[in-house]
Antibody, heavy 117, light 110 residues
Framework: QVQLVDSGGGVVQPGGSLRLSCAAS????????MHWVRQAPGKGLEWVAL????????YYADSVKGRLTISRDNSKNTLYLEMSSLKPDDTAVYYC??????????WGQGALVTVSS | QSALTQPPSASGSPGQSVTISCTGT?????????VSWYQQDPGKAPKLIIH???KRPSGVPTRFSGSKSGNTASLTVSGLQAEDEADYYC??????????FGGGTKLTVL
């Protein structure tokens, strides 16, 4: 069955950096587009970024453009989110999500990122 | 402010039907048949229940249905059950490889 395991969350100071990882299994990772979606505490969902199956196309929400970078290693079935210049507003649970026809089909369990001094 | 507008709450008694609306614009909901709906239990990751406006993934009960008219999409839960109590979010592809979500609706089963 499809499994997405998010890791790498933690507490970081404003202006700091962090890298999230998502280990995928149970499907042909290299054939699927992947997203990151986040949810601030007690708030709704926000789309963050998309990467194409081959990794050659990447798209970002305006709120994170230039600060967050999505990438993937198809040889390791792993998705990444490099986060830099972090702000308190970036505090959220970050979910790795498998795309299916422009819907968010399968979700990881989430990784909590807290940006605080 | 969320890009798509949902009512913050909805409720119904067991066995009743309830409909949750999701209003966007011609640039998202009205422009594409890529509206999806998600159910989220407290402390859990969201679960896809409707994609492409009205398609149900395997395993999702048939009492969940989706539709769209113009810039407004709707999720209907028929024959409400206690286990349907959760937060529900709509989402739409918005062009230029961008996606938007609604603010979420808390469904209470009375």
């Amino acid at each position: 069955q499809v499994q997405l395991v998010d890791s790498g969350g933690g507490v970081v100071q404003p202006g700091g950096s962090l890298r999230l990882s998502c280990a995928a299994s149970g499907f042909r990772f290299r054939k699927n587009n992947m997203h990151w979606v986040r949810q601030a505490p007690g708030k709704g969902l926000e789309w963050v970024a998309l990467i194409s199956s081959g990794g050659d196309r990447k798209y970002y929400a305006d709120s994170v453009k230039g600060r967050l970078t999505i990438s993937r290693d198809n040889s390791k079935n792993t998705l990444y989110l490099e986060m830099s210049s972090l702000k308190p507003d970036d505090t959220a649970v970050y979910y790795c999500v498998k795309d299916f026809n422009w819907a968010f089909e399968y979700w990881g369990q989430g990784a909590l990122v807290t940006v605080s001094s | 402010q969320s890009a798509l507008t949902q009512p913050p709450s909805a409720s119904g008694s067991p066995g009743q039907s309830v409909t949750i609306s999701c209003t966007g614009t011609s640039s998202d909901v009205g422009g594409y048949n890529y509206v999806s709906w998600y159910q989220q239990d407290p402390g859990k990751a969201p679960k896809l229940i409707i994609h492409e406006v009205s398609k149900r993934p395997s395993g999702v009960p048939t009492r969940f249905s989706g539709s769209k008219s113009g810039n407004t999409a709707s999720l209907t839960v028929s024959g409400l059950q206690a286990e349907d109590e959760a937060d529900y979010y709509c989402s739409s592809f918005a062009g230029s490889d961008n996606w938007v979500f609604g603010g979420g609706t808390k469904l209470t089963v009375l």
